[in-house]
Nanobody, 123 residues
Framework: LQLVESGGGLVQPGGSLRLSCVASGVTLDTYAIGWFRQAPGKEREGVSCISSSINYTNYAVSVKGRLTTSRDNAKNTVYLQMNSLKSEDTAVYYC?????????????????WGQGTQVTVSS
């Protein structure tokens, strides 16, 4: 299993980006996937997750209403649409496999991280 994140970059406050998480070696449709981020000097934190078997997503309070995660199983890809970006969203973003509780994804922990993609929000 290998996950590869892409789509990061430099964007002004209020701008948008769409991150992609592509899997190789496995079909993602059987896995719950989470997006996490790590800013300099801070611990990695969960941002969002999406379940595999039910239509369920979950978001950190700090990003709710601004970030949306979705999946395209035909493309073996999970997305993170980021709108109304703020400077505090600056971080390296990772996707990973996450556990589920009664099919609902959890951001408590992740595994099988990709290499990450840098998102910088600055004017």
């Amino acid at each position: 299993l290998q996950l590869v994140e892409s789509g990061g970059g430099l964007v002004q406050p209020g701008g948008s980006l769409r991150l992609s998480c592509v899997a190789s070696g496995v079909t993602l449709d059987t896995y719950a996937i989470g997006w996490f981020r790590q800013a300099p000097g801070k611990e990695r934190e969960g941002v969002s997750c999406i379940s595999s078997s039910i239509n369920y997503t979950n978001y950190a309070v700090s990003v709710k209403g601004r970030l949306t995660t979705s999946r395209d199983n035909a493309k073996n890809t999970v997305y993170l649409q980021m709108n109304s970006l703020k400077s505090e969203d600056t971080a390296v973003y990772y996707c990973g496999l996450v556990p589920t509780i009664r099919s609902m994804c959890s951001m408590r922990r992740g595994e099988s991280w990709g290499q990450g993609t840098q998102v910088t929000v600055s004017s």
